[in-house]
């Protein structure tokens, strides 16, 4: 079975910097696509970030585009994001998704999919106070 671990939440104030970071038990491939998504409180799952191992393609959410930042390390079996400018609406738990036959295409959707993910992880709680 594969697990997905999330480590690097934490509570900081607004304008603040966190970094996740999420490693996977199996061997990842080009055909990888990993993702974050947030699930605040009385609120639906929602894609944050998603990286294309094949091609580096990165996805983001239209809320954190020029904040996040999603990277990969393929011989790890890691992917990080760099949360820069943190806002209080950004509190929520977060949480590491992967699928490891995936494509460009399926992963640019599957950030609005979340189903779409076959692994999960058990989420860290990212808090922003203002």
């Known amino acids: 079975q594969v697990q997905l671990v999330e480590s690097g939440g934490g509570s900081v104030q607004t304008g603040g910097s966190l970094r996740l970071s999420c490693a996977a038990s199996?061997?990842?491939?080009?055909?990888?696509?990993m993702g974050w998504f947030r699930q605040a409180p009385g609120k639906e799952r929602e894609g944050v970030a998603a990286?294309?191992?094949?091609?580096?393609?990165?996805y983001y959410a239209d809320s954190v585009r020029g904040r996040f930042t999603i990277s990969h390390d393929i011989a790890q079996n890691t992917v990080s994001l760099q949360m820069n400018s943190l806002k209080p609406e950004d509190t929520a738990m977060y949480y590491c998704?992967?699928?490891?036959?995936?494509?460009?295409?399926?992963?640019?959707?599957?950030?609005?999919?979340?189903?779409?993910?076959?692994?999960w992880g058990q989420g860290t709680q990212v808090t922003v106070s203002s």
């Open positions: 199996a061997n990842t491939f080009s055909s990888t696509c």
């Open positions: 998704a992967a699928d490891f036959h995936s494509g460009s295409w399926l992963c640019a959707s599957s950030l609005h999919h979340p189903p779409s993910f076959p692994y």
């Open positions: 990286v294309y191992f094949g091609g580096v393609n990165t």
